[in-house]
Nanobody, 124 residues
Framework: QVQLVESGGGLVQAGGSLRLSCAAS????????MGWFRQAPGKEREFVAA????????HYADSVKGRFTISRDNAKNAVYLQMNSLKPEETAVYYC?????????????????WGQGTQVTVSS
């Protein structure tokens, strides 16, 4: 069992940056694949980025490649999402998620644990 708590959301102007953090409880954190998803009002939850247990493999949605960076620190039980050049259409609640799947996944259904989310608002 793992509990996830996101932080770092807020209001930023278009073109600005934010760094989201996700603090995890539980001794098995280093074995979980971790991901970030986002959900805008009236839209489905969508994949943003994922990272394997060691941090050696990452995956990104095409829309954020080159602007967002996912990373993790297993010693601190934490995963991060650095977001640069933010766009107004990226306003959403951002969720951290953990997966016990054998593969790093882009599908929400493959993730077992979810945080409560943190609001990111990008103004134009």
């Amino acid at each position: 069992q793992v509990q996830l708590v996101e932080s770092g959301g807020g209001l930023v102007q278009a073109g600005g940056s934010l760094r989201l953090s996700c603090a995890a409880s539980g001794r098995a954190f280093s074995s979980y694949r971790m991901g970030w998803f986002r959900q805008a009002p009236g839209k489905e939850r969508e994949f943003v980025a994922a990272i394997n247990w060691s941090g050696s493999t990452t995956h990104y949605a095409d829309s954020v490649k080159g602007r967002f960076t996912i990373s993790r620190d297993n010693a601190k039980n934490a995963v991060y999402l650095q977001m640069n050049s933010l766009k107004p259409e990226e306003t959403a609640v951002y969720y951290c998620a953990g997966s016990t799947s054998l593969h790093t996944s882009t599908y929400p259904d493959d993730y077992n644990y979810w945080g409560q989310g943190t609001q990111v608002t990008v103004s134009s």
